[in-house]
C-alpha cells in the first residue's frame, strides 16, 4: 500500500527536536518558526510534556467517555482558571474541525435554526458543516454544498447587520484568520457580532483553534474586544502535537446525554498532554512572552524593505510582500534552514513559532530574511 498523495511535501524529513530546533535524518539543523500550522506552543519535547505523557502512557494510555476521567476534570479546572472561563463548560474531543462541526451542532440543538453566517477568506476545517462554512470552493465536494450557510465579507458591520435575522442559528469567526492570510476582525465588528447575536437570539462561536491558547498575547484573541461568545473552539496549541481539541460552552448551553460524543475525545493521553500545555503556559509567562516577542518580531519587520503590511498579535504574524512569498519561503528553507508558512494570499507568510521562542532565534530570521529580501 502507498500513501493517498494530498500533501505537497519538502524533502526534508525530521528525526529529532527541541524547543524551536528541528534536526532531519543527516543532521541539519532548523529554526521552526511555523510549528506546523501553529500546533508547537510550548516548543518541541518541552521536558515537563514529555515527563507528563510518559507517566500517563506508564498507567493507562486510553478508555472510552463511559468512566469516570478525573484528568478531564483537571484539564476543565485549569483551562477555566487560565482562559478566564471559569463558569464555562468544556467538551473534549480530537481536532479542530471537529471541535467546529461540534460547535455549530450545539448551536442548532440549542436553537432548533439552520443557517449558519461565517465571513470571506474563513477557514474552520475539511469536515462536513466546517468545510461548508470555509470560503475555499476548491475543498468542497458536492455533498458539503448546503443553503444553510451564508459567507458575507469581513469587517463589512453593514452586510453583517443587513443579513442578520430570527433565522440565523449561529454565527462563527476566527478570533484571527490563520489560513486567510492573518486578517483580524475589528473590536468593533465583534461587538457588533455580539450584540446582532443577542438580539436575534443567535450562537456567536469563535473559532480560536489557531489564534487561541497565547498565540496572540492574550489566551484567546477575542479577548482585545472584551466579548464573551457563547461557543469557543479550541485544538492546535492545546495539545503541542498531541491531537486534541474542544469547545468551551457557555452556561446557559445545556447538556443532554448523548446529545454530543466522541470515542477518542478526552482519552488519557490528551488529557495529560493538554494539562502539560497549560502547567508550562502559566509558569513560564508564555502569554507575555508571545506579546513582548511578538511586538519586537513585528515592529522590526515593518522596517524591511521590501514588506508592504505586517498584521498580527503577539505570535501570529502575517507578513505581506510585494511579490509572491513562495520564492522567499524557498530561499530560507533551502539557504537558512529556518520553517515559515504559507496562507492563502499567495503575498503573505505566516510567522507562528511556539510562544517560548528566544529573541536570539527571531534575530536569527530577522537577518536571514533581509537578506534574502535584498537578493
Not at 20 to 49: F, M, R
Not at 144 to 152: A, G, M, R
Not at 270 to 275: G, L, S
Request: with cysteine; aromatic share 8%; proline share 3%.
Amino acid at each position: 500500500m502507498k500513501l493517498f498523495d494530498v500533501y505537497p511535501l519538502f524533502d526534508i524529513e525530521p528525526v529529532k527536536a527541541q524547543g524551536s530546533t528541528i534536526w532531519d535524518k543527516n543532521g541539519v539543523e532548523y529554526l521552526d518558526l511555523y510549528g506546523g500550522h501553529a500546533v508547537i506552543s510550548i516548543g518541541h519535547t518541552h521536558p515537563h510534556y514529555v515527563k507528563k505523557i510518559t507517566e500517563q502512557l506508564n498507567n493507562i494510555a486510553f478508555y472510552s467517555n463511559s468512566v469516570k476521567i478525573k484528568a478531564q476534570e483537571e484539564l476543565a479546572h485549569k483551562l477555566g482558571e487560565l482562559s478566564g472561563y471559569n463558569d464555562y463548560q468544556l467538551f473534549l474531543c480530537n481536532s479542530g474541525a471537529e471541535a467546529n462541526e461540534n460547535a455549530l451542532k450545539l448551536a442548532s440543538f440549542h436553537n432548533g435554526r439552520k443557517k449558519i453566517i461565517s465571513f470571506s477568506k474563513a477557514f474552520h476545517g475539511r469536515t462536513s458543516l466546517a468545510v461548508a462554512a470555509t470560503d475555499d470552493a476548491k475543498i468542497w465536494a458536492p455533498v458539503n454544498l448546503t443553503p444553510n450557510i451564508e459567507i458575507l465579507p469581513f469587517n463589512d458591520e453593514t452586510a453583517f447587520e443587513k443579513a442578520m435575522s430570527n433565522d440565523v442559528c449561529a454565527v462563527i469567526i476566527e478570533g484571527i484568520q490563520g489560513v486567510g492570510g492573518v486578517q483580524i476582525p475589528t473590536n468593533s465588528f465583534l461587538k457588533k457580532i455580539k450584540a446582532l447575536c443577542e438580539k436575534h437570539g443567535a450562537i456567536l462561536i469563535l473559532d480560536e483553534v489557531q489564534s487561541g491558547y497565547g498565540r496572540s498575547g492574550k489566551f484567546f484573541a477575542h479577548q482585545y474586544a472584551d466579548v464573551k461568545p457563547d461557543i469557543i473552539s479550541v485544538a492546535k496549541g492545546m495539545g503541542n502535537g498531541f491531537p486534541v481539541a474542544g469547545i468551551l460552552i457557555a452556561p446557559h448551553l445545556q447538556p443532554k446525554h448523548g446529545m454530543l460524543g466522541t470515542t477518542f475525545g478526552g482519552a488519557y493521553l490528551a488529557c495529560a498532554a493538554a494539562i502539560a500545555v497549560l502547567d508550562v503556559i502559566k509558569s513560564e509567562n508564555l502569554i507575555s512572552n508571545s506579546e513582548k516577542i511578538g511586538n519586537y518580531l513585528m515592529n522590526e519587520l515593518r522596517a524591511i524593505k521590501g514588506v508592504k503590511e505586517v498584521r498580527g498579535l503577539g505570535l501570529m504574524i502575517g507578513v505581506e510582500l510585494e511579490e509572491a512569498c513562495a520564492p522567499v519561503r524557498n530561499k530560507l528553507l533551502s539557504d537558512y534552514k529556518m520553517f515559515t508558512g504559507s496562507s492563502s494570499d499567495k503575498n503573505t507568510l505566516r510567522i507562528l513559532p511556539a510562544l517560548n521562542i528566544k529573541k536570539e532565534d527571531i534575530d536569527k530570521f530577522l537577518e536571514a530574511f533581509k537578506k534574502v529580501l535584498s537578493q
